[in-house]
């Protein structure tokens, strides 16, 4: 069983940063492949950025590349998505998600875990 909790969600302004904190618990966090969701208000969810179990691999978005960087520390259980360049389109709820795959997952159905979601915020 793995428990997922975000943080570091809030209010920003067009082009400021934020970053996102994932803390997970459970000893076999490192052997989860990783992933950042988001769904913003009336749209669909959309896979942010994905990162496999050592972080040597990752993907991003068309939408946030060259803006936000996915990371981990399997130290310290956690993942993180630092956002920079932050648009109004941004505006989401963003989850955190834990993959049994070790290379995480295409399909949402491939992340067994969730964690409760953090709101970013982005005005213009």
């Known amino acids: 069983q793995v428990q997922l909790v975000e943080s570091g969600g809030g209010l920003v302004q067009a082009g400021g940063s934020l970053r996102l904190s994932c803390q997970a618990s459970g000893r076999t966090f490192s052997t989860y492949g990783m992933a950042w969701i988001r769904q913003g208000p009336g749209k669909e969810r959309e896979f942010v950025a994905r990162?496999?179990?050592?972080?040597?691999?990752?993907y991003y978005a068309d939408s946030v590349k060259g803006r936000c960087t996915i990371s981990r520390d399997n130290a310290k259980n956690t993942v993180y998505l630092q956002m920079n360049s932050l648009k109004p389109e941004d505006t989401a709820v963003y989850y955190c998600?834990?993959?049994?795959?070790?290379?995480?997952?295409?399909?949402?159905?491939?992340?067994?875990?969730w964690g409760q979601g953090t709101q970013v915020t982005v005005s213009s």
């Open positions: 998600a834990a993959s049994a795959y070790p290379s995480g997952g295409y399909y949402y159905s491939s992340y067994d875990y």
């Open positions: 990162i496999n179990w050592s972080g040597g691999v990752t």
